[in-house]
């Protein structure tokens, strides 16, 4: 069983950076692959951002790609998703999920990930 934590969000004006933290409890945190997701009033839960269980591989969608990072720190138990020149249509709840990984690969789906925080907030004013 893993436990999720977001924390980071907050109101940043358009252009402005925000780092969100994804906090896990279990100390076999290091096996799972992250996400992070995002939802905006009225609209679907939509992929972010994605790292494998080392950190090794990430992949983005094309809507972040060149202006979020996503990272993580297997000793802290946490995942980071730095989102830089933030833009009006970045704001959302972002959520993380995360999914036990025998093959160690990525996961993008939200269908595929069992475990989710319960969500952060993030507002960018233009």
């Known amino acids: 069983q893993v436990q999720l934590v977001e924390s980071g969000g907050g109101l940043v004006q358009a252009g402005g950076s925000l780092r969100l933290s994804c906090a896990a409890s279990g100390r076999t945190f290091s096996t799972y692959a992250v996400g992070w997701f995002r939802q905006a009033p009225g609209k679907e839960r939509e992929f972010v951002a994605a790292i494998n269980w080392s950190g090794g591989s990430t992949y983005y969608a094309d809507s972040v790609k060149g202006r979020f990072t996503i990272s993580r720190d297997n000793a802290q138990n946490t995942v980071y998703l730095q989102m830089n020149n933030l833009k009006p249509e970045d704001t959302a709840v972002y959520y993380c999920?995360?999914?036990?990984?025998?093959?160690?690969?990525?996961?993008?789906?939200?269908?595929?990930?069992?475990?989710w925080g319960q969500g952060t907030q993030v507002t960018v004013s233009s």
């Open positions: 999920a995360a999914v036990r990984t025998p093959d160690r690969g990525l996961r993008i789906r939200t269908d595929e990930f069992d475990y």
